[in-house]
């Protein structure tokens, strides 16, 4: 990371710019009011960093050691207009503030009628963000792949559906991207772009999503330690999109015997991301339980973890549901998860704002 | 399981349990005021079942599929004096009820003065039972391991000092018993006897420990999934000893690069627990994080996952303890943990009665 | 899976196609010299499976119970052409059979020179089929992403060095497909696409990669179980293309401490997988130890565990190495452990043979 | 480590000792013919070391940096008697040398007909050592116990069993020791003590049966890295015994979905210990494997990984087994597995004895 002088030129500062290419990195220029500070994207261990500071108009060159530096609390303490603790703004609604975000509907999008009640549900009780699956991610190909799998003109309307949803109940809408020919196409429609978890390693995609310069919501891959999930993050960030909302969603069970949950919760994961990096992390209680009486406590206790909100899958009647119907609540039920989420709140944050 | 008509005779219960030693099995006999009921312990699977019903005086005999038969949510719906959420009466204090019970005290007991000052420090935080280790299970063999490694005399006088701090402080103790030689000694002076995640396996300690007839806090070992947990709880079960606090205190890290914190803690373990058996469930967040800034919101989190308590390391001044300084907490942190948790159980109680 | 009796018509086996398609399928057509099966993609579990032994020209209406049904060993006894141990031919050396197959290669192409050196050196060891990585996946946006990340003409140019040396050599060539924008051009220059192993759960990827028709290597994921692994690889069948190589390269380690191996090479799973389906399977012990010294005794031990082949990476010198240079053997150690392998084989193959 | 001067007088060596002991530590004294090394058990890093060098007698310091200081390849170099590939004799076998060891048996003793028919089987087949269980660690309290859940008298004959069928068919004999009361007792009638997965980390265990001076079979827990095994291995060299026979057989499965076997067998852990550490390693296929048809291909794998030697459950008529049926084989299958075994040996022997 290169401090540049509060006065320094444009010129001097093309000068760093050109110097960290000739070196073959990419440079993240983040101009502020007061200064300007360059990123390094790329490996820095090769380059002669006091060279730089020989340079006119830096002030400092600093290395970060962490494989996350443009995620780094370090870095965000440098750069103007990310505060150590970001609040990222998704279509009117700011996630990782002291207000909590819910992300709630259907787990696939299956008609224009059942994504309406739905989303008329979660907004009643309390919701502020709609979900919904165009392209499932699906273990089985045997399995229902969501509507975007009967082809793109189903796609689209599936998708269509959904802004129009978002539209009628004033909520900004998420939809996950599966793969790289769908970038284009979801974000005409959505305001939040998310990576599902089976995604987080595949760096074409978060790169090809990235440059859509909307808000990501990237999910934690269930075979992924936090030092790789935030590396990875990184690829979002390396392309100047740092509005990245993270997603803890549970890691693979370990040890013998039955299975009780779906995945095991990683909720010390919470407290530790928000040490290391500067973006907001919320809970997916519904794929990490997969059943749904644990919904209730496992939401619960991922606000008192610390996150800045959940993402829950919600059905009018889960018996129904193609997919995953196992682990949805219903509208109701959301309400009752929300109503204790915001008390638990209220005892968490002081803890918090005062850290 | 056996469940005998009411008015069945003396004569006809012992012809049953006759009949279940025969086969090789033992009985593990409940006289309740209305009707007595026997539970097998053993391999039932080469067992005619039909045989006993009919026995004179046995009304039915039931098979319990999981390993953990005596401790599983249907035997509690038979057997008398055992509720499906059972308090476990732990020196006046009882665990499982729907007040929170809060464990506290130093990891090792490293001297009188140490151990009285903290005691005082934790009962003034509002905590219900002091802890306070005397054998300590080290994972090197070059670490301190207590003073009871120093000799018998040692241990004595520690485990004394344990005794009467809980006298002065009106608190129950705890301790943990590491092998099997330190039993009788330490059921002499403990009101609780703690069995550690790393002799969970260890089904010769469980069976001695069981026969001392205290209350046993039994902790998850770090590699065991929850069937497991339960199957070796069973051995405590099995020798007529069902006064056992289950404790989640974190599982092994998966994944590669950097470990933040000690453990994984497996919260979602807490409900599913509390689904298959009736025993009472606290959570260890000292030696799942392993990091003092992340002992807040675990404690948090674990309350609301609806744990009924917490047993958590505590030192006056954690720079010095010569175990584990860098997992404690000081008595007016604690203070805080049990203030927020307090308010976060009246959240997440009466969902918990309802159902 | 629908059998079709041997003098069955073109008309009957159209009728049942389109049967299946009407219940919202696609079917997986085999017409052997003998007979015709016909597979089915999708959920079968909503078909009513007696109605099609109803139709005229069925014989049989089998359901096969894994989620990999078009891979599993049930299915290879009915489908022509592919026999219980199916020998994939990739640019004319087979996978599968008793001889094994020795892929090596450098991890990224650097230049024409580095790669013509090492190719010559890995085909004078014994290889048979030539590796090389031109996008390559790697954990930090900070790291090498090898010549495929300098822009589409100088990955284009790596890639004819690839083809070059594979003629000059007589060597089939592959190299890893990391995004779906890669496959068209990586299609044109390789014999065999590789699939990675952060790319395992990648269905788009997946599906695009199968309509090539070219063998797939098909590396399982670190964090994925067997049935896991053989359910997302039944994407490619789905497609049509059975011509897959299963690669095992280690899992993520677990347990607390030091990790003196990059992963866990989980080597139960390579006779597991030759029980479950009919498809070869090689293992790579480069990426899975991540050290130069473990290489020859893990090659020795997936030999003996019954793999048909390996994938190394090979390196004139090591210590150049842009990528992974830690784990690179010489030519001349890539000769040592063929020759190993190569005995060990003939000690282990009989085995096989009569099972 | 202290080594002494090859002059230094025996009062010198005790002032060192007293010295050690003044800090709180004990010392492992190794007295050659050449000079005294004096290894420090107990907690160094708060020890003067500098301190050390002025005493007189004293030739150096070293610190050893990993918490199994006393079983380190370091320590081998000094410390006499004991060769960077320690040879571990046990009833006349040596474990460890260029000459591989099997050591065969029945699960559980069930019979003194059972074990004598098992023994003479295994020893035809070309087995060195015999196994038997007489105190069984299983998973349920409602399980097989073993005989000597049956009373002391019962556990003593099954011993002397034990011992006859050893001296009958000259063999050295192996059976677990599962809790502290037993050692005594099975001490008596063995030649080597086994610790078993589920007590690898009780200490007070591994203390009580490293005072036999007796040679030690100790196993590795499914959850622990290979760090912490040797870590609690070190318990038993502190008591002055290294006769340590090292072994794997597996950790717990990671993943979603079917498992295909009872653990993950970690192979890389072989060459590893064989790095770190100067004990011989063997490795128990069976347990690992759980199932019959894997053991051939998991037992040549072992060897081809370098390992001293193997431990195979063998039962003439594996479907009367009382315990594990499931995963024995006959005494026919157990002499191909040798036949394999020492094929592959000559393969990979070569390599090991270069390095």
Redo the contacts between chains.
């Keep these: 990371m290169i401090i540049m002088e509060s006065k320094a030129t444009q010129e001097q500062i093309e000068q760093v710019i050109k110097e960290i290419r000739r070196y073959g990195l990419k440079a993240d220029v983040s101009k502020g009011a007061y200064r300007t500070v360059i990123g390094?994207?790329?490996?820095?261990s090769t380059i002669p960093f006091t060279h730089f500071t020989d340079l006119p108009g830096v002030k400092e060159a600093i290395r970060i050691e962490t494989?996350y530096?443009l995620l780094s609390k370090e870095y965000s303490k440098f750069y103007e207009g990310i505060s150590e603790r970001t609040i990222v703004e998704a279509g009117g609604i700011g996630v990782g503030g002291d207000e909590l975000v819910f992300i709630a509907g259907p787990c696939a999008v299956e008609s224009k009628q059942q994504l309406f009640t739905i989303a008329e549900g979660v907004k009643r009780a309390g919701a502020h963000i709609l979900r919904g699956g165009v392209f499932k991610?699906?273990?089985?190909?045997?399995?229902?792949q969501g509507l975007g799998a009967e082809g793109w003109e189903e796609a689209e309307e599936a998708l269509s559906w959904l802004y129009e949803a978002g539209k009628k109940f004033e909520m900004p809408v998420v939809t996950e991207v599966?793969?790289?020919?769908?970038v284009d196409l979801v974000a005409k429609y959505v305001d939040i772009l998310q990576i599902g978890a089976?995604?987080m390693?595949?760096?074409?995609?978060l790169t090809k999503v990235a440059k859509k310069n909307k808000p990501v919501l990237y999910k934690r891959?269930?075979?992924?330690?936090?030092?790789?999930f935030l590396?990875?993050a990184?690829?979002i960030a390396?392309e100047g999109n740092k509005n990245i909302i993270l997603c803890e969603r549970g890691?693979?069970?370990?040890?013998?015997?039955?299975?009780?949950?779906?995945?095991?919760?990683?909720?010390?994961?919470?407290?530790?991301i928000q040490?290391?990096t500067y973006l907001p992390v919320i809970v997916d209680p519904s794929h990490?339980?997969g059943r749904r009486?644990?919904i209730?406590?496992?939401s619960?206790?991922?606000?008192?973890?610390?996150a800045s909100g959940l993402i829950i899958e919600v059905h009018y009647n889960p018996a129904e549901a193609l997919v995953d119907g196992r682990q949805m609540i219903t509208p109701d039920e959301l309400k009752?998860v929300i109503d204790?989420c915001q008390?638990?709140r209220k005892?968490?944050l002081p803890?918090r704002n005062e850290?």
């Design positions: 390094l994207v790329g490996d820095e494989p530096k991610a699906r273990s089985s190909v045997h399995s229902f599966r793969g790289e020919s769908q089976r995604n390693y595949n760096q074409d995609l891959h269930f075979g992924a330690g936090v030092e790789e590396s990875f990184e690829y390396a890691i693979v069970p370990i040890g013998k015997g039955k299975q009780y949950s779906r995945y095991t919760l990683d909720l010390i994961s919470i407290p530790v040490q290391e990490a339980a009486e644990l209730f406590n496992m619960c206790a991922a606000i008192a973890s610390g009752d204790a008390r638990i005892v968490v803890k850290s």
